[in-house]
Each structure stands twice: as structure tokens, then as C-alpha cells.
């Protein structure tokens, strides 16, 4: 998932700025979302590449917070599919998964004998 994000203010004194954060594919703009204060004392500022994976390691989580937030658009409703597997009757259908990073399942091997 990409992340962009917008600052609105910055206030040197006290280290803090404000930022506005969503998704890339997001549907709405970046614009329209909240912006939140940000204390940057604690940043790894040495470039701007350093700096900006400080803030999203800092900010990502407000990114799942705001995908469960969103209203569904009616022609994403997803479908309760039944447990046995009939492809012909998953077609047309809106289907919802779960994307998890780090995957753990069962590897195909073969029996290997020592």
C-alpha cells in the first residue's frame, strides 16, 4: 500500500507540524481529510528520505483507521460466498479478503527420506 501524506503547518519552536495522511488510491483527496499535530522531535532528520519513513512509522496506523472509517460504496458490498468451491458461482460477485503481509501457510513438498 502506498501512503501519501500533506503538511499543513510547521512550527519550529516546538518541533511539531501538522500533517493530513491517506492512502494513494484513496477516494477522496487528501484535502478532505483531518490533519493531525505531529511531534518531530524524536525524527531521524538526517535527509528527507530518513525523515519521511520516521513519519510514516509514526502515522501509518492512521491509515487502517481511517479504511475502516469509510463508508462502502454500494457497488463494493462484498458477497457472502459459501465454503465449497464453485467457481461459476463466484462470477459477477463481489469478494472480500483480508491482504496480510506476512504470510504463513502450508508449502507444497515433497516426502524426502535420509
Known amino acids: ?44 532528520m538526517f535527509d528527507t528520505e530518513t525523515f519521511v519513513d520516521s513519519l510514516i512509522r509514526k502515522c501509518g496506523h492512521r491509515i487502517k483507521n481511517q479504511d475502516e472509517s469509510e463508508e462502502i460504496l454500494t457497488s463494493n458490498q462484498p458477497f457472502e460466498v459459501s465454503k465449497e468451491l464453485d467457481i461459476d458461482n463466484l462470477i459477477d460477485k463481489v469478494i472480500s479478503s483480508k491482504l496480510q503481509d506476512n504470510y504463513r501457510g502450508v508449502l507444497n513438498m515433497r516426502r524426502v527420506i535420509l
Request: glycine share 2%; proline share 2%.
Open 1 to 44: 500500500m502506498k501512503i501519501i501524506f500533506k503538511i499543513t503547518r510547521h512550527n519550529p519552536e516546538e518541533k511539531v507540524i501538522s500533517v493530513k495522511i491517506c492512502r494513494l488510491h484513496s477516494h477522496k483527496s487528501i484535502n478532505e481529510y483531518k490533519s493531525k499535530r505531529v511531534d518531530y522531535s524524536g525524527f531521524d
